[in-house]
């Protein structure tokens, strides 16, 4: 199915005019979606309720009103709402050009693509490569839907990307939090560093990620439609004995769980346990019913437990 473009553009460089076509980055519609229903299997229809009286009121006898106070509006007809929309403008005007990473992700909103519209496939060209080559992105205004809104123009590997930003009163500070920075010890940081080295790739593959909720609801889905009984899925727990005792204890018992994901199967050396550990564990290993142990190792086996004591 053919891409359809959301908007015509024209982006606005020095004295260049770049006609481009815009087209949504994301598909939203991907998710597993439910209706709502009667009792009896019916759909039902959304109604617009009015609070004063209660009765249902038809969507041909609503106004638009902007809330000034509690309780209290100022009505816009269509043609009132029309003037105030006749100031989108489809000139996307550059202002800046900024460093790609000097633009924090946290002010990312929603992401399209731009492609060259008719005669602009040179120009477009052109500002595509000039960004890559000075790792810089674009900063532009765009007033559209009675807003001023700042666009993030970047170049990626097939085109560009046009990428709408939150301003600063859009995005909150992470410093309301009040987050308490504690200190570490050297140890622990080199610790974690060798954790991260172990897992780290060396670039982001969205391929190798799937949204496995959605393949579980789907399968439920599935399950429903062949008449079956969902069962829930287990809780996730953690395992015996991986109760955390302390952050050292942890980040050990990490870095040799990587190990052990990554390297091949390998002897491994016996460990010395404490001698309290060492008779709780020999206590604890079940005796085999049907055959007796030899002599020599029934009179060797004690023998070596009180050596340790």
């Not at 029934?298 to 004591?309: M, S």
Request: glycine share 6%; hydrophobic share 40%; charged share 30%.
């Amino acid at each position: 199915m053919a891409a359809r473009s959301i908007a015509s553009l024209t982006l606005s460089f020095g004295l260049v005019s770049i006609p481009v076509k815009l087209y949504s980055a994301t598909d939203s519609a991907s998710g597993v979606g439910f209706n709502l229903l009667t009792p009896e299997g019916g759909r039902v229809k959304q109604q617009y309720i009015s609070e004063a009286t209660g009765e249902v009121v038809a969507r041909a006898d609503m106004k638009k009103g902007y809330e000034f106070e509690k309780g209290q509006f100022v009505v816009f007809t269509p043609d009132e709402l029309k003037a105030l929309e006749e100031g989108a403008t489809h000139v996307v005007e550059i202002v800046s050009f900024v460093p790609e990473k000097s633009v924090d992700p946290l002010y990312y909103d929603k992401a399209y693509f731009i492609a060259p519209d008719k005669r602009g496939g040179k120009p477009y060209s052109l500002l595509q490569q000039a960004m890559r080559e000075s790792e810089r992105c674009a900063l532009a205004k765009w007033s559209y839907k009675g807003k001023t809104r700042i666009v993030q123009i970047r170049s990626a590997e097939d085109g560009m990307v046009f990428q709408q930003l939150l301003f600063a009163d859009e995005v909150r500070s992470l410093s309301e939090l009040h987050i308490e920075h504690v200190a570490v010890t050297g140890t622990e940081l080199q610790l974690a560093l060798q954790i991260i080295d172990q897992v780290s790739e060396d670039s982001y593959d969205p391929t190798a990620y799937e949204d496995e909720e959605k393949k579980r609801i789907l399968a439920a889905i599935d399950q429903k439609i062949a008449g079956k009984q969902i069962v829930s899925p287990a809780e996730p727990g953690m395992e015996s004995g991986a109760e955390v005792i302390d952050l050292m204890e942890a980040l050990r018992a990490s870095l040799g769980r990587n190990k052990t994901k990554q390297a091949a199967p390998a002897k491994v050396a016996p460990v010395k346990k404490a001698p309290a550990a060492a008779s709780d564990e020999l206590a604890s290993k079940p005796r085999r019913p049907a055959k007796r142990a030899p002599a020599k190792v029934e009179e060797a086996a004690p023998a070596k437990v009180r050596a340790r004591k």
